[in-house]
C-alpha cells in the first residue's frame, strides 16, 4: 500500500474516531474489562491493561472514563465476553478479518452474516484468509515537535522492526511478542500515540474498479464498525482511499 493511502487513512481513521467517541468508549471498554477479569486491574502486573490504557488514551478517552470501565470490572459487573474471529471476503473476493468481543455469539454470528451477505460478500471457514495477514505490533507516534531522526533511533534501539515517518507522524512496527515493551520504552521517552494496537497485515493487497463493488465494501465496512461487537476489521483492500465513506 502506498504511503500516501496508508498516512490518509490513519489521519482519516483518528477523525472518526473523534467524531463517534461513544462507539469508541464502548468498544475499548470491552478490551479493558477482559483484561482486568484476565489479569487484574493494577496496570503495573498486568501489561495487557497497561496496552489497553495507552491505547484508550491514543482514542481521547478521558481518564476517569479509564478508571470507571477499570472499577465495574473488579466489582459487580458479571458480563462474560468472548472474543471470536470471523474471516470471509467482502465485494470483489476483498480478504477480510473481523475481530469481535460478544456476549451473545448467536446474535454476533448472524449480524456477521447478515453484513457480509446483504453488501456482497460472504463468511468463510475459519482459516480461509488468515493465512494471508501477519499478525504486528502497530505504533503510530505523533511527531509533532519531535525529531523523526531521534524518534526512529528511540523506536529501534527498544526493539522495533521497522520505523516509517510521515508528515508529523510516524509508523513504528514490532514483533507482537515486543509491541508492549517498545510501546512502553517509547512512552517512557515521551512520545504520544496517535494508535497503538496488534494489527493483522495484508501480505498481498487487492484493488477493487467496479463502481458498485466500492460502494458495497464501503457499506459493509461502516456496517462492522458500527457494531459495538466489532474490535477490529482487517482487509487487504489497497485503494481503500479511494472508498466514500
Not at 3 to 24: C, F, L, P, Q, V
Not at 123 to 152: H, N, P, Q, R, W
Request: proline share 2%; hydrophobic share 35%.
Amino acid at each position: 500500500m502506498s504511503g500516501h493511502s496508508k498516512w490518509n487513512n490513519i489521519k482519516r481513521k483518528k477523525e472518526k474516531t473523534d467524531g463517534a467517541k461513544a462507539k469508541i468508549f464502548t468498544k475499548v471498554g470491552r478490551e479493558i474489562s477482559v483484561a482486568v477479569r484476565e489479569g487484574g486491574s493494577d496496570p503495573n502486573n498486568n501489561g495487557k491493561l497497561r496496552d489497553l490504557i495507552a491505547k484508550a488514551k491514543s482514542l481521547n478517552v478521558p481518564n476517569d472514563n479509564i478508571q470507571r470501565i477499570i472499577k465495574k470490572a473488579e466489582g459487580l459487573d458479571k458480563t462474560e465476553f468472548e472474543a471470536i474471529t470471523y474471516e470471509g471476503y467482502g465485494p470483489g473476493g476483498i480478504a477480510m478479518m473481523v475481530e469481535t468481543l460478544t456476549d451473545n455469539r448467536n446474535r454476533t454470528a448472524a449480524d456477521m452474516r447478515h453484513y457480509f451477505d446483504k453488501n456482497g460478500g460472504n463468511l468463510g471457514a475459519m482459516g480461509c484468509v488468515s493465512y494471508l495477514f501477519t499478525k504486528k505490533g502497530m505504533i503510530v507516534l505523533d511527531l509533532e515537535d519531535k525529531d523523526a531522526d531521534e524518534a526512529m533511533m528511540d523506536a529501534l534501539d527498544a526493539g522495533a522492526e521497522d520505523f516509517d515517518a510521515g508528515e508529523d507522524m510516524a509508523q513504528v512496527t514490532t514483533d507482537p511478542d515486543m509491541f508492549s515493551d517498545v510501546r512502553q520504552a517509547l512512552e517512557d521517552k515521551g512520545y504520544s500515540f496517535l494508535s497503538a494496537d496488534i494489527a493483522m497485515i495484508p501480505s498481498t493487497t487487492t484493488a477493487l474498479s467496479d463502481e458498485a463493488q466500492m460502494t458495497s465494501m464501503a457499506k459493509l465496512l461502516d456496517a462492522l464498525e458500527d457494531n459495538d461487537d466489532v474490535q477490529n476489521v482487517w482487509h487487504n483492500l489497497e485503494n481503500e482511499d479511494d472508498l466514500d465513506r
